[in-house]
Each structure stands twice: as structure tokens, then as C-alpha cells.
């Protein structure tokens, strides 16, 4: 549905600039906000192009940071990782845009702050696996999964950015 135009109504002359739509699911984690680094990550998202479908700040239950990290329970950092993720308020985001879940990937960098390239958001701001400021997607599947699990129905937006023609062609 996302790839009709919004009259519903097929048009082939659009079919060349349609390209697939995806979700992303990207948190700034507790060190991001105690840090206050929260406007400077929104803001790299922002500057991309993509476009912002969902923001609040929240404080984690442990239900939902072990469920959303249900794939890691098995290691040995895993209590960690639930504590510092339920050790303050995080900001949950959902961002759209074709391509967005691997640039999202890519703008944030390596899981390891240390080994992400200098321009990268963990590699501009952090220096620690354990504290690498912000979470996003590793598949569109997931960014589904994620946006699902952190936020309720009607907290999403749909809404056309006034920009989207200087965009895209
Ligand atoms: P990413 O967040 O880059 O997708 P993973 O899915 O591998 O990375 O891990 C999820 C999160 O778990 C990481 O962002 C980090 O906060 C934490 N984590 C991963 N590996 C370690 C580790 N060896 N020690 C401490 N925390 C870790």
C-alpha cells in the first residue's frame, strides 16, 4: 500500500522512482541521554533524508529490554545488557525511507565504538561496547519486530515531509 500513490490509483509512470519502503527501529540508549547526546543523534538521522514516524522518551521495563534482546540471552554480557538498558530513559525512534535499515547500520557503526570508523555516530561519540550510545535494526524484519515491540498503535505518524521532492527524483 505504502508504494500506491494516495488515491489508491496504480500509476506506471511513478513505477521507476517507487523503491521499497522499510521501517527502522533506532533507540538512543541511557548513555546517550545522561550524556545529552539525544539532539545530536536525532539530528543525524534527520540530515539524511530519512523520515521520522515515531520519537518518545521512555523508561525501559525489563520485560521488554529482555525480549528485545531475546537473541543475545545466552551471553555472558547478557545481565549486563539489560541493566544498562533499563538504567534510564532511552528514546525510541522509527524511521522510514527506502534503504533506511542498512544506512541506518552504516551511520551508526560497528557495535565496537572503537573499531567504528571516525563519522560514524558510535564512532564520533563512544568508546565502549558496554556504552555505544544508540541501538538500530540489523534487518527489516526486525526494525518490523522492534517497532512493534516499543511502540503502541497510534504513536506512529504518517505524514509527508514538505522536502520529499528535493529528495528524491
Ligand atoms: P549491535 O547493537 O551493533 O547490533 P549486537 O546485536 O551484537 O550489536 O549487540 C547488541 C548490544 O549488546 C550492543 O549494541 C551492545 O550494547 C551489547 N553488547 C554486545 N556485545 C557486547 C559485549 N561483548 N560486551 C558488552 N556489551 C555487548
Known amino acids: 500500500a505504502r508504494n500506491s500513490n494516495e488515491t489508491g ?10 523503491e521499497q519502503v522499510e521501517e527502522t527501529y533506532i533507540m538512543v540508549k541511557p ?17 539524511k533524508g530519512f523520515k521520522l514516524i515515531g520519537l518518545k522518551l521512555f523508561q525501559c521495563p525489563k520485560d521488554l529490554a529482555e525480549e528485545h534482546y531475546k537473541d543475545l540471552n545466552s551471553k555472558p554480557f547478557f545481565p549486563k545488557l539489560i541493566e544498562y538498558i533499563t538504567s534510564g530513559p532511552v ?21 565496537d565504538p572503537l573499531q567504528a570508523e571516525p563519522g560514524t555516530i558510535r564512532g564520533d561519540l563512544a568508546v565502549q561496547t558496554g556504552r555505544n550510545v544508540v541501538h538500530g535494526s540489523d534487518s527489516p524484519e526486525n526494525g518490523k519486530r522492534e517497532i512493534g515491540l516499543w511502540f503502541k498503535e497510534g504513536e ?3 505524514w509527508t515531509p514538505a522536502q520529499a521532492q528535493w529528495l528524491r527524483e
Do not use: N, Y
Not at 490509483?9 to 517507487?18: G, Y
Not at 548513555?31 to 543523534?41: A, H, M, S, T
Not at 547500520?105 to 560497528?110: C, N, T
Open 9 to 18: 490509483i496504480f500509476l506506471p509512470h511513478l513505477v521507476a522512482s517507487m
Open 31 to 47: 548513555d546517550g541521554v545522561q550524556r545529552g547526546l539525544v539532539g545530536e543523534i536525532i539530528s543525524r538521522f534527520e540530515k
Open 156 to 158: 506512529l505518524c504518517q
Open 91 to 111: 528514546v525510541c525512534m522509527a524511521w522510514e525511507g527506502a534503504g533506511v535499515v542498512a544506512s541506518a547500520r552504516k551511520l551508526i557503526g560497528s557495535t
